[in-house]
């Protein structure tokens, strides 16, 4: 069954649905598939015998250069229980008959199911899936490591003490140091986009343009699904954070830090604050997003685990890139061409 975008009613009822279920995810959101409106989109639903929705996944859907086929990625799907293997069934043949309708080469999945859990790998395997090689960096789409911190029915001090003794310690410096955390408008996305850039030169990634942000801005603020953080010190913006919230669930999704006054320990305060705002919605989980797998000190990413870990989450793997592959040959491409291609993308990016 298809989502009809169409209908309003069915529209709301589906992203009812995400909100409510504890698989549930900003990316399988019809609010994230207007900002990645350059993939086209499709919904695939289950419903029971009552007619209720109970089990859902959001396609992106993207045309390969050159070759006249696609790439279906659904992130962070399918949205249902994932041990229901009658629901399971319907989403995954829904999606292959949708593979066929687009020339689709692969439809690939990475849900938010830990590694451990054996009875969803049997699942996917008898839906005819293959559960891709572990790897220990950001080599997914998603990442495959996060540090996720409960916050359920917890008061600020019960977290806040939770905290490493460290960490506890870097944010009172920030504090002492008066530096303050606002909430920024959409007219302060240029200045923490600047911060972006520094922060993309420094650590050798690629940024995402202003635009994007504006974009992810325009469609998720209006409902309070997004909050830009800012940190300010003697007058000036140091640093910024945007954190979205959806369901029982907050997200720390990207962050930028000037290389002035890192001493004073902004970006400290300001996961303190994002985390602040997962307590007050009474959601239950606040996710640090992305760490690297390998925990050898020497890892240049290493830096990023410890400064998640000081607050004390819970170190989680996920199961990974799982394809349903349509066309082994084309599929045998992309994947020699694509490393070759996003590294050349990020050293381009990256003089300028």
Not at 149 to 171: A, G, P, Q, W
Not at 282 to 311: A, E, H
Request: hydrophobic share 35%.
């Amino acid at each position: 069954m298809i989502l009809d975008k169409n209908n309003q009613n069915e529209v709301k009822e589906y992203n009812d649905f995400v909100a409510a279920c504890p698989k549930g995810h900003f990316c399988q959101t019809t609010m994230w598939s207007e900002i990645k409106n350059n993939w086209k989109n499709e919904v695939v639903l289950s419903r029971d015998e009552n007619g209720k929705i109970n089990g859902v996944m959001s396609i992106l859907i993207r045309k390969v250069p050159i070759f006249k086929k696609t790439l279906m990625y659904s992130p962070r799907g399918p949205v249902c229980d994932i041990h229901d293997r009658k629901v399971l069934k319907s989403l995954f043949d829904s999606a292959k008959e949708l593979g066929k309708k687009y020339n689709a080469y692969t439809l690939k999945i990475d849900p938010d199911v830990v590694i451990s859990d054996e009875e969803f790998k049997t699942i996917v395997a008898e839906n005819g899936f293959k559960i891709q090689k572990a790897s220990k960096n950001f080599e997914g789409i998603q990442p495959r490591f996060v540090f996720r911190l409960n916050v359920e029915n917890k008061t600020e001090d019960e977290v806040f003490m939770s905290f490493h003794n460290k960490t506890r310690y870097n944010i009172r410096v920030a504090i002492k140091n008066n530096v303050t955390v606002s909430l920024g408008k959409r007219e302060d996305l240029k200045r923490f986009h600047e911060i972006m850039v520094e922060t993309g030169q420094r650590d050798e990634f690629v940024v995402r343009t202003l635009e994007y942000f504006e974009k992810m801005y325009d469609v998720m603020a209006p409902g309070d699904n997004l909050r830009l953080y800012l940190a300010h010190y003697e007058g000036k913006i140091i640093s910024g954070t945007i954190a979205l919230k959806y369901g029982d669930k907050v997200w720390y999704l990207y962050g930028a830090s000037s290389n002035d006054y890192r001493n004073v320990m902004p970006n400290y305060l300001l996961q303190w604050e994002m985390i602040k705002w997962a307590i007050e919605s009474k959601s239950r989980i606040y996710d640090f997003r992305g760490v690297s797998g390998d925990l050898s000190p020497d890892n240049p990413l290493y830096g990023l685990y410890r400064f998640k870990k000081g607050f004390m989450g819970d170190f989680t793997e996920f199961i990974g890139d799982i394809d349903f592959v349509f066309d082994p040959v084309m599929r045998f491409l992309v994947e020699k061409g694509e490393p070759a291609y996003r590294n050349l993308r990020r050293k381009v990016m990256l003089r300028k």
